[in-house]
């Protein structure tokens, strides 16, 4: 990132000195570039971050084998000096500049908080349930993030927060209430990502949204859920597709708003194919899957080459899905392999095509 940001900072100096931009907006460009420096990760600062990771798992680690050999009360002061030291320390460090190792302190001080409370619980003999704890993390830890506008903290706060939907959604923690304030949750974070600034945040809020409504599908009814799920997905494919950017300005999450309503769209079609695998709206809802993400590749495609590998998988899976059902057990194990086989080359042969037609053509000199 330093590199590049030296190497626009000098064309911007080389453009203000041909006239090809006033000194006002050169000026500009340069603090917006240097802004994003600042707030952008370099090799060094990234190396940083999975130190703290893995010395955050360190810590954890020590915690659940339970230290018999050190004394209480020297365990839990040697966690909250690793509190202090990573939140003061990193907020000094980020004051000076050195935004990538302040992150890492961070997160090594949020571990250090998640510890604590196991540790602390473990040690007293507190009664209560294991899901409190983690969402007691899962606060502290976005109530550290907004203080510090920590974009790693905002990623943390809402991946501790999946964690506690995925051991609460597969009943790890005792038989126990779906967790409907997972969306309250999010809706908090989402906001609590602009503050941040964290792009990243966003983006794994948007799939763990997604996470969340397959896992209430399961719970409860695959088919409403399911429908719910692909026609709010449709409806941003469509937004996006026409709005793209008024879109982009209200959710900021670089131009991929469609791959993840995509995501939404086929994980609702897949519910509701799974709920009617052996009726005829089985049929009817492969083909509503296949022309969306037709409409998809030809209205949005061309943007996004993730886009279009994601549409490209989902239409092989609608494909096979298609013809297991409904041709698969006519046939037997050779014909199966035989239909696949063309099939697929067929889809080979249409994702070549539409790449060289999405491919930008290269720019004409003058005659």
Not at 238 to 248: I, Q
Request: hydrophobic content about 60%.
């Amino acid at each position: 990132m330093a590199s590049y940001a030296t190497k626009v900072k000098n064309d911007i100096g080389r453009w203000v000195e041909t006239g090809l931009l006033d000194r006002a907006t050169g000026d500009a460009l340069v603090r917006d570039v240097e802004a994003s420096e600042r707030n952008g990760l370099n090799f060094g600062s990234i190396l940083a971050i999975m130190a703290a990771l893995l010395f955050a798992a360190a810590i954890l680690i020590l915690v659940a084998a339970n230290w018999e050999a050190i004394p209480r009360i020297a365990r839990v002061g040697a966690l909250f000096a690793v509190i202090f030291a990573g939140y003061v320390g990193g907020a000094l460090l980020k004051q000076r500049g050195h935004g990538g190792i302040a992150e890492a302190l961070w997160l090594v001080a949020a571990a250090a908080f998640g510890g604590s409370i196991a540790l602390i619980g473990q040690m007293y003999h507190f009664a209560g349930d294991e899901s409190a704890a983690v969402v007691t993390w899962c606060i502290g830890t976005a109530i550290a993030a907004a203080a510090l506008r920590s974009n790693a903290l905002t990623v943390a706060a809402v991946g501790i927060a999946d964690a506690w939907l995925v051991l609460k959604g597969f009943d790890i923690f005792r038989r126990s209430e779906f967790p409907h304030l997972f969306i309250a949750f999010m809706a908090a974070f989402w906001a609590l990502s602009f503050w941040t600034q964290s792009r990243a945040a966003r983006h794994l809020i948007a799939l763990s949204v997604i996470l969340y409504a397959v896992l209430l599908g399961f719970h409860y009814e695959s088919l409403e859920v399911g429908l719910v799920l692909a026609l709010v997905s449709a409806v941003l494919l469509a937004v996006a597709a026409l709005m793209p950017v008024a879109a982009e300005r209200l959710v900021q999450l670089g131009g991929r708003l469609p791959l993840h309503a995509l995501i939404g769209f086929l994980s609702g079609m897949g519910m509701v194919q799974l709920d009617r695998f052996d009726e005829q709206g089985f049929i009817i809802a492969a083909a509503v899957a296949l022309a969306v993400i037709a409409a998809t590749i030809v209205f949005l495609g061309r943007e996004s080459r993730g886009l279009r590998w994601i549409a490209y998988v989902g239409f092989a899976f609608e494909l096979a899905i298609v013809y297991l059902v409904t041709v698969g057990s006519m046939l037997g194990t050779a014909g199966f392999f035989f239909a696949a086989a063309i099939i697929l080359a067929g889809l080979a042969y249409a994702i070549i095509r539409i790449e060289r037609r999405m491919r930008p053509e290269p720019a004409r000199g003058a005659a």
